[in-house]
């Protein structure tokens, strides 16, 4: 069982290889961060050997609070790869929304607070919003593989023929915050760049 967050390609030459050794093979990718990991509220993106997943689902359901089989091995990574996608350009918005309202003389505070109270509100912006507002980034998901899932997933997307344009712009955007030596912060230090120095 595979808990890693690598490319489809990748964990089949992993199943391939366990496989031509004798035994079985479940990629289990998370979703969730240090924090659902401690509170045992990780999602489980599993696929693979189904008799396996069975097995081993009384273990999963300690660690998280969901799993899904989604079918034949690389199907886990893509969906891991989806969901990182979608929350790393997320909180590249975020950021272009909060140095936009400062740049206009608009309190952080009052723009999350119209935003936690509105169509946008989730549990992320509620979150990360706060530490980016105030230059803060306690590591949870290092910068550095939200980066790396971004270009994953935009790796996967060229595989099938997608264009996808906000990812390609976001995944620049991680890769010169990471150039900046912030990789090993918190993924929401993509807003560092617009932090002014006091």
Known sequence: VDCSTVSAECAKKIEDA???????????????????????????????????????TGALEVMGKKQVFLGKVG???EMKLVVNMVMSTMLSSLSEGLAL??????????VLDVMMNGAVANPMFALKG?????????????????????RLALLTADREGLALPVAA??????????????GDDDFCAVHAPFVKKG
Not at 171 to 181: A, C, H, L
């Open 130 to 150: 706060p530490l980016m507002s105030q230059g803060k980034y306690p590591t949870a998901f290092p910068l550095k593989h939200a980066q790396k899932d971004l």
């Open 101 to 110: 309202s400062e740049a206009c003389g608009l309190k952080s505070e009052d």
């Open 75 to 77: 199907k886990g990574a």
């Open 18 to 56: 366990i496989v031509k050794a004798g035994g079985t093979y479940l990629e289990a990718p998370v979703s969730g961060s240090k924090k659902p990991a401690e509170d045992g509220a990780l999602i489980f993106l599993c696929a693979g050997d189904e008799e396996l997943y069975k097995r081993i």
């Open 169 to 182: 712009a976001s995944n620049e955007q991680y890769k010169r915050v990471k150039g900046m030596g912030r």
